[in-house]
T-cell receptor, first 111, second 112 residues
């Protein structure tokens, strides 16, 4: 089944404790992206990647890192999480300039 | 500047009635538009897209959208609403850097 998977689905952590949210797609898509969704703010892009080893900042990259060492994986790294990073996070992938397909989301709470 | 607007935070429709969720856009050049749906505690699901061609685009779950270039609109429609259509709907525009610009979302509530 063609899909985008994210892990974990739910995570509660404390301020400053490094964490990684994994994202993987099995559709051989070149493009991958991370978004956060907050009430009243809609979807905001954090980082995106057009291909392996190519990443670019989105609208709200501060406090986040990404890497794209393999085509299928695009992990989101929070080196020192803070409470304002409490949010619902989505990974998405697509062929270039085409429909994006989303993962199920990761609900992160930073205490 | 490129932008997308969903003018209604919430739309209420009785089951069986037609529904419309509005989206307007601003772009230089030809628009590339999408509709997505988000059910509670789920990810976003693709409904339909407009690239070029027919102004009436048909999508999943019986939804369709009408592209209107003169009114710069891309409204989502369904002839007969179901309670199960209750969800959050997002309109998006692909910008010149191939990134999606998202509307704020419209909560659709279908009442039995």
């Amino acid at each position: 089944e063609a899909q985008v998977t994210q892990n974990p689905r739910y995570l509660i952590t404390v301020t400053g404790k490094k964490l990684t949210v994994t994202c993987s797609q099995n559709m051989n898509h070149e493009y991958m992206s991370w978004y956060r969704q907050d009430p009243g703010l809609g979807l905001r892009q954090i980082y995106y990647s057009m291909n392996v080893e190519v990443t670019d900042k989105g609208d709200v990259p501060e406090g986040y890192k990404v890497s794209r060492k393999e085509k299928r994986n695009f992990p989101l790294i929070l080196e020192s999480p803070s409470p304002n990073q409490t949010s619902l996070y989505f990974c998405a992938s697509s062929d270039f300039a085409d429909t994006q397909y989303f993962g199920p989301g990761t609900r992160l709470t930073v205490l | 500047a490129q932008s997308v607007a969903q003018p209604e935070d919430q739309v209420n429709v009785a089951e069986g009635n037609p529904l419309t969720v509005k989206c307007t856009y601003s772009v230089s050049g030809n628009p590339y538009l999408f509709w997505y749906v988000q059910y509670p505690n789920r990810g976003l699901q693709f409904l339909l897209k407009y690239i070029t061609g027919d102004n009436l685009v048909k999508g999943s779950y019986g939804f369709e959208a009408e592209f209107n270039k003169s009114q710069t609109s891309f409204h989502l429609k369904k002839p007969s609403a179901l309670v199960s259509d209750s969800a959050l709907y997002f309109c998006a525009l692909m910008d010149s850097n191939y990134q999606l610009i998202w509307g704020a979302g419209t909560k659709l509530i279908i009442k039995p």
